[in-house]
T-cell receptor
Framework: SAVISQKPSRDICQRGTSLTIQCQVD?????MFWYRQQPGQSLTLIAT?????????ESGFVIDKFPISRPNLTFSTLTVSNMSPEDSSIYLC??????????FGSGTRLTVV | QKEVEQNSGPLSVPEGAIASLNCTYS??????FFWYRQYSGKSPELIMF????GDKEDGRFTAQLNKASQYVSLLIRDSQPSDSATYLC???????????FGAGTRLAVHP
């Protein structure tokens, strides 16, 4: 199955700043997915990132707040912009692995103070 | 109505017993169904996926799918304390085959 390297693993950020999270996959994948997991909650899909086109955002998530880049088939970034304490969550990237379902990165634990 | 529903638990079972986890989904067009296990502070780990009606077994785990009833379940036989975790049901939906997760069921296996 695909192996995903996600970084940073955690960060503490000041409100009003931005953080960029990176995901590197060891194989080429068509779609990458970005999720948020708020404390004690399940995973909520933020957006789907395709190479060469704009990301598709889910209801409640907007590009100005969560800009995504997908420059090639093995890499994507998610930026959390103008952060507030409500953005404190775990952010996860995921890829669809045809033989083994969907694989997740190790997650980025973000705390906004 | 939530797209994927699970009982949040906690579901408490004694060691060696069968744990039964249930999930219902609303989108009849869903094609693929997944069970993930998530330990506290860790990312979700795929346990099983199932595409066709019926049962699929893998070691101590059995996934059951009934598309007519829009119901998927996970049975864990011979439950162990190490199985204590949150179990997430997920189904594919939407044009991009995105995964939609249920709220998760906390399982506690006590010695």
């Amino acid at each position: 199955s695909a192996v995903i390297s996600q970084k940073p693993s955690r960060d503490i950020c000041q409100r009003g700043t931005s953080l960029t999270i990176q995901c590197q996959v060891d194989s080429q994948v068509t779609m990458m997915f970005w999720y948020r997991q708020q404390p004690g909650q399940s995973l909520t899909l933020i957006a789907t990132a395709n190479q060469g086109s704009e990301a598709t955002y889910e209801s409640g998530f907007v590009i100005d707040k969560f800009p995504i880049s997908r420059p090639n088939l093995t890499f994507s970034t998610l930026t959390v912009s103008n952060m507030s304490p409500e953005d404190s969550s775990i952010y996860l990237c995921s890829v669809s692995d045809r033989d083994d379902g969907y694989t997740f990165g190790s997650g980025t634990r973000l705390t906004v103070v | 109505q939530k797209e994927v529903e699970q009982n949040s638990g906690p579901l408490s079972v004694p060691e060696g017993a069968i744990a039964s986890l249930n999930c219902t989904y609303s989108d009849r067009g869903s094609q693929s169904f997944f069970w993930y296990r998530q330990y506290s502070g860790k990312s979700p780990e795929l346990i099983m996926f199932i595409y066709s009606n019926g049962d699929k077994e893998d070691g101590r785990f059995t996934a059951q799918l009934n598309k007519a009833s829009q119901y998927v379940s996970l049975l864990i036989r011979d439950s162990q304390p190490s199985d204590s975790a949150t179990y997430l049901c997920a189904v594919t939906g939407g044009g991009y085959n995105k995964l939609i997760f249920g709220a998760g069921t906390r399982l506690a296996v006590h010695p």
